[in-house]
């Protein structure tokens, strides 16, 4: 099992920026498929954005161009800079990790194990 742990959230006015981190142990970190999802009040979680053990990446529409995932292998740490924040962007920021499979393509549909506690991102109009 993996462990993961979030940071970096917090409060920013709308077109501000965060930089979310994953502090990953227990696994071998060059080999997993990892992921940022988020779920706000009373709203089911979403996939925010995915990063393969190659680095290729997918992100979903609402934050294309405006969030950036990318990993560091030496340091176990995945990262998510977010930019151009808006308020619908208000949520609790969780990072996933699933163990890479030979031909399964790391997308947010797959079933993620490991989660870690989850950070908040509040954006202020």
């Known amino acids: 099992q993996v462990q993961l742990v979030e940071s970096g959230g917090g409060s920013v006015q709308a077109g501000g920026s965060l930089r979310l981190s994953c502090a990953a142990s227990g696994y071998t970190y060059s080999n997993l498929c990892m992921a940022w999802f988020r779920q706000a009040p009373g709203k089911e979680r979403e996939g925010v954005a995915t990063i393969s053990r190659y680095g290729s990446t997918s992100y979903a529409d609402a934050v294309k161009g405006r969030f950036t995932i990318s990993r560091d292998n030496a340091k176990n740490t995945l990262y998510l800079q977010m930019n151009s924040l808006k308020p619908e962007d208000t949520a609790m920021y969780y990072c996933?990790?699933?163990?890479?499979?030979?031909?399964?393509?790391?997308?947010?549909?797959?079933?993620?194990?490991?989660w870690g506690q989850g950070t908040q991102v509040t954006v202020s109009s």
């Open positions: 996933a990790a699933a163990p890479w499979v030979p031909g399964v393509i790391c997308r947010t549909r797959l079933s993620f194990p490991s």
